[in-house]
């Protein structure tokens, strides 16, 4: 049976670029092919640490599994929930794999750049941080990893280093599909890169400092759709999916798609040329309102219990298969 798998990280609750960028992808394939694939959804906590955490972190860490089961989630015997931690295969992967990736390579990320740009002194783990995430992938021969587009360099990194190992050691790793064919199988027409509102040249991020740039899954749905009203956008005043020029325009078309689960085109044609931006604004601030509303009611329902139930099943399956890719690892390096 083939694999799809992700992770989001717990520092803090997610944006509404994670969620639509990864979680609601992540809902709906996972609801289309529990009955074909494996559906791992994991909490990668050791990911987390990179940055200070705080004393929620164990809280954060629940919500986290609780904000797929609200986005509809269904729960069945292909669903495999759990926490990275728990699975030390991951971490010994990562050492073996750390003998694998070059210097040179990982330098080269994007991510890395950005986190330890400007700053004096960075830990190794924000270094490393791709080949941990590839030892994710590759334990569980994924296929298909969901994420945003700010994380498909490190899947062609994941995809390279497995086609190193395979050519020295023998067919040990599946490599995951090439992120284009991660795109169609998502269904969408590119990679989902969900914009700062104030700044729309830049991603959406939960470290932005203006709390106006970002919509948190908490947000009061009447705060956020202010947020939405006050959107940085251009003064062409000619509604256009361009997201070179018209940033802050696209990533509102893109926001009412992602969230109606409607077809991007289809959003486009409803709105192109256009000139009125503030009704396009109106619009997509009342998608967002109801949206969180109804998935916060969904979220209050949900009890702790049911998700320490889901955790520890999960993780006996994980460390199963995990411990059998491993060894087989282990095996090639002779270290068994
Ligand atoms: P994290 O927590 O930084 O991001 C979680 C997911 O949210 C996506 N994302 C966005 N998507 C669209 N627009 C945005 N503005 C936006 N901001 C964030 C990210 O692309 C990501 O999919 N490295 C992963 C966590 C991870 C992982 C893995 C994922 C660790 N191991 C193995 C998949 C498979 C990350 O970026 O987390």
């Known amino acids: 049976m ?3 798998l992700t992770g989001i990280r717990v520092n803090s609750e997610p944006t509404l670029g994670n969620f639509l960028g990864a979680m609601l992808p992540m809902v709906r394939l996972a609801n289309k092919y529990s009955k074909e694939y494996n559906i791992n959804i994991f909490v990668p906590d050791l990911h987390s640490i990179i940055a200070e955490v705080d004393g929620d972190f164990q809280k954060n860490l629940v919500n986290s599994i609780k904000y797929y089961i609200a986005s509809g989630l269904k729960i069945d015997e292909n669903v495999h929930i759990y926490r990275q931690s728990y699975v030390p295969a991951h971490s010994e992967m990562n050492w073996i794999l750390n003998c694998v990736a070059t210097m040179g390579e990982l330098s080269r990320m994007t991510q890395f750049k950005d986190k330890s740009q400007g700053k004096e002194s960075v830990n190794a783990g924000i270094f490393d941080y791709p080949v941990l995430m590839a030892s994710d992938i590759l334990l569980y021969s994924a296929n298909y990893i969901p994420v945003g587009e700010d994380q498909f360099q490190h899947i062609e990194l994941t995809r390279n280093l497995a086609m190193r190992v ?8 599946v490599v995951p599909e090439k992120t284009a064919d991660q795109v169609k199988f998502m269904g969408e027409e590119e990679g989902v890169r969900i914009r700062d509102l104030v700044n729309p040249e830049k991603k959406m991020s939960k470290s932005a400092v203006s709390e106006n740039s970002k919509i948190m899954l908490s947000d009061d749905p009447k705060r956020a759709a202010k947020k939405i009203m006050g959107a940085t956008t251009d ?41 009125k931006y503030g ?58």
């Open 279 to 336: 009704d396009l604004k109106k619009q997509v601030a009342s998608s967002v309102s109801v949206f969180l509303e109804n998935f916060q009611a969904e979220l209050e329902a949900i009890p702790d219990d049911m998700v320490y139930e889901l955790l520890e099943t999960g993780e006996i399956y994980a460390n199963d298969v995990a411990d059998k890719k491993l060894l087989q690892l282990q095996k090639a390096f002779k270290l068994r």
């Open 166 to 173: 395979n050519n020295k050691y023998g067919n040990i790793f």
């Open 2 to 4: 083939k694999t799809i």
């Open 235 to 275: 003064s062409y005043a000619n509604i256009k999916f361009d997201m070179f020029n018209q940033p802050g325009i696209s990533n509102l078309l893109q926001i009412e798609a992602l969230i109606n689960d409607k077809p991007l085109q289809d959003v486009i044609a409803t709105w192109n040329g256009e000139s």
